[in-house]
């Protein structure tokens, strides 16, 4: 695989970087398989019946469930992105704590509340 060309100074994006970069290599070998999921993930997050911010929140909830810190770092940025509040982000971080416990609790206050505010604070 190349060697990263880009270099974010900061862990949330370079988190994502690194995330994208996977996909790529992945396109590369297998290009109808990842075609076929960006098609699908794209249009589950179009506007619908449920708006945009509230997808993002449903997401980075089964993240945190899930213990997927690359979906954690990148669904609490699209959840600021579509100007999720703190408070919601915080409910969010109940919610998913009250179904998946000790774990979901501990990446919702730490890399959920950090890699938030990161991009929250981008936005202004």
Same mark, same amino acid.
């Given at each position: 695989?190349?060697?990263?060309?880009?270099?974010?100074?900061?862990? %949330?994006?370079?988190?994502? *970087?690194?995330?994208?970069?996977?996909?790529?290599?992945?396109?590369?070998? *297998?290009?109808?398989?990842?075609?076929?999921? %960006?098609?699908?993930?794209?249009?589950? %997050?179009?506007?619908? @019946?449920?708006?945009?911010?509230?997808?993002?929140? *449903?997401? *980075?909830?089964?993240?945190?469930? @899930?213990?997927?810190?690359?979906?954690?770092?990148?669904?609490?940025?699209?959840?600021?992105?579509?100007?999720?509040?703190?408070?919601?982000?915080?409910?969010?971080?109940?919610?998913?704590?009250?179904?998946?416990?000790?774990?979901?609790?501990?990446?919702?206050?730490?890399?959920?509340?950090?890699?938030?505010?990161?991009?929250?604070?981008?936005?202004?």
């Amino acid at each position: 695989m190349e060697e990263n060309m880009e270099h974010h100074d900061n862990f %949330f994006d370079q988190s994502i *970087l690194d995330y994208k970069e996977g996909l790529n290599h992945l396109k590369e070998k *297998l290009p109808k398989v990842t075609e076929g999921y %960006f098609d699908f993930t794209e249009s589950c %997050f179009e506007e619908g @019946a449920l708006d945009q911010k509230t997808k993002q929140l *449903l997401a *980075l909830a089964i993240s945190i469930y @899930a213990q997927d810190e690359y979906c954690i770092i990148y669904h609490s940025k699209g959840a600021a992105e579509h100007q999720a509040t703190e408070d919601e982000i915080m409910e969010t971080v109940a919610v998913t704590a009250a179904l998946g416990g000790g774990a979901a609790m501990a990446q919702g206050v730490s890399l959920t509340m950090d890699s938030y505010h990161h991009y929250a604070n981008q936005q202004h």
